[in-house]
């Protein structure tokens, strides 16, 4: 049952060899993908009898179990979707109804309140946040990035988003809708490097004395104004926030635009796609790896990509199909409609029920379609309704259906054929997949040498790792990175650091 991809069948498989010639597995990522909201991507997954997201905004025993299960579960991170506003372009613009009434990315409290409950009982995972830059100014995101990453020893990351829903900006943007996407890009970069300023160069390393018999806590000398003017900003700083162990939250992007792919190739340390083929997968990979190596003279093995997949594990192939069949039969058609057409843009109620959707010439909607059909060539012609099983399923991403073996096999073909790092698992109840996970897939995944062991995940992380250093081994950013000469070091000097800066930021601005 697990999901095949019949027009990648006969293509070769890219692998790593020992010494031996033998194949060498990688440890992959294994994400969560939540949202405090009591649907994510599969339609009406609240409904699941073995769900317990009904409950989960009063109740924080549901979080703090639920962290203790992806712990126990060999879980790399957690990463939260997130939106700021109702999917309301169908049959809209500003109707709501059929989300709200499906729980389908809907209501939405903020997750980062989240976050502490669940790091409070973890050692090792870790928290990426999805914060858009059109919700609030960057020197106030840096205080509430800095204090998660405080409060978790160092386990945050920031998921940047520029926003795609105007129901979001409406009510962030005095009545106005989204900016063009060129504008919202733009503006995106200058926010992000503000963000890299407050947090590498406004504090010097070792400046925290918290020296109680000196009676001084922070060191004057080892702060600075960043005094950042630009088209969008100005903000002179220092940031709020005391430097955590990584000093810079971990960056992560989503964008698979032309523009997103340039803010990813710049900044993302982690880029998560949702690709439904592997051919369209390792295309992407390895167009932004390009990017980032000729464009921003990135080390592109510096940057970690995830696909996102729905998981559905059982012990039979009929086990499997009965919970493919609950899952149809608890979704909810309008509301599967309403977030395709809040995905694309389009309002997919102009279409009739039997209009073929690949030819229209909808750019965003054909393109999802014709991505699609490589993905899922047993449908033959795709109409509403085809979209209404697959985003009732599935989501915006791909299904991974079968036995432990079946999707552990899965899960290394796409590793091996495409290069991607890890995963980015949505659920179809919680926490029951992610239970079905631990208990069976990772066991699966562990005799192959895709995942470490629990023991070793332990003693890896036995001093309190940092997100940054579980990726890459460091707590510094790549030195190819842009932002990588902007850290203000312990052993520079304020004039040394101010003379370096000046040219660290020329080389900077000369990636925009």
Known sequence: MTQKNH???????????????????KNIILNAFLMSSPGLQVINSWRNEKDQTSTSAENPEYWIELAKVL??????AVFFADVLGPYD????????????KAGAQWPLPDPSYYIPLMAAVTKRLAFGITISTISEQPYHLARRLGTLDLITGGRAGWNIVTSYLDSASRNLLNGQNLPDKVERYKKAEEFVDVIYKLFLSSWQDGAVKADKKKGVFTDPEGLRHINHEGKYFNVQGPGLTQPSQQKLPVIIQAGTSPKGKELAARNAEI??????????????????????????????????????????????????????????ALGDDEAALAMFSGWSGIDISAYTDDKPLEDIENVAIASTIQSWKIAYPEVKVWTKKEIIDRVTVSGSGILFAGTPKEVADTIQDWVEYTGVDGFNFAYTNLPGTFKDIADKLVPELRKRGLVPGLDELTRANENGLSFRQQLFGTNELDPTHPASELKWKSNESREEFEHRFSKALEKLHATL
């Open 89 to 100: 372009v169908y049959k809209g613009p500003g109707n709501f109804k059929p989300v709200a």
């Open 71 to 76: 712990e126990r579960g060999g879980f790399n």
């Open 271 to 328: 880029i998560f796609l949702n690709n439904p083929s592997k051919d369209s997968l390792k295309k992407n990979i390895d167009s932004v790896k390009y990017l980032a190596q000729h464009k921003f003279g990135r080390d592109p093995s510096k940057i970690k990509f995830l696909l996102q997949v729905t998981i559905i594990i059982g012990d039979t192939a009929e086990d499997v199909k009965q919970q493919i069949d609950t899952v149809r």
């Open 7 to 25: 027009g990648d069948a006969q293509q070769p498989k890219r692998q790593k060899t020992n010494d031996d010639g033998k194949s060498a597995p």
